[in-house]
Structures are given as C-alpha cells and as structure tokens.
C-alpha cells in the first residue's frame, strides 16, 4: 500500500507541477510563486510521510 501510495503522489506531481507552474507564472509573471508552490506541498507531503510512516 505504501509503495502504490508513493506512485500516485509522485505521479501526481510530475503531472501538476508543470501546470502549476505555468498557470502562476501566467498570472503573476514571475516564477517565485510557482516554485514556493511546489515547495509547500513538497514539505506537505514529507510531514504527512514523517507523522503517518515514520512512527
């Protein structure tokens, strides 16, 4: 389960974050939201992993 868990979010963000980033860099020209974007939910899906496996 964890291993098809790892799949989908790693999948998952391989296809959002290219249109994350595109779609901020449209709005806000520049691509500093884009990458804290992705950096948040980076850091959100360590501390999920860290509070739910890491025990």
């Keep these: 389960m964890t291993l098809s868990g790892m799949l989908l979010v790693g999948n998952g963000g391989a296809l959002a974050y290219p249109w994350l980033v595109g779609w901020l860099l449209a709005a806000t020209e520049s691509y500093a939201a884009g ?21």
């Design 35 to 55: 990458f804290a974007a992705m950096g948040l939910t980076v850091a959100a899906v360590w501390l999920l992993w860290a509070l739910t496996i890491g025990r």
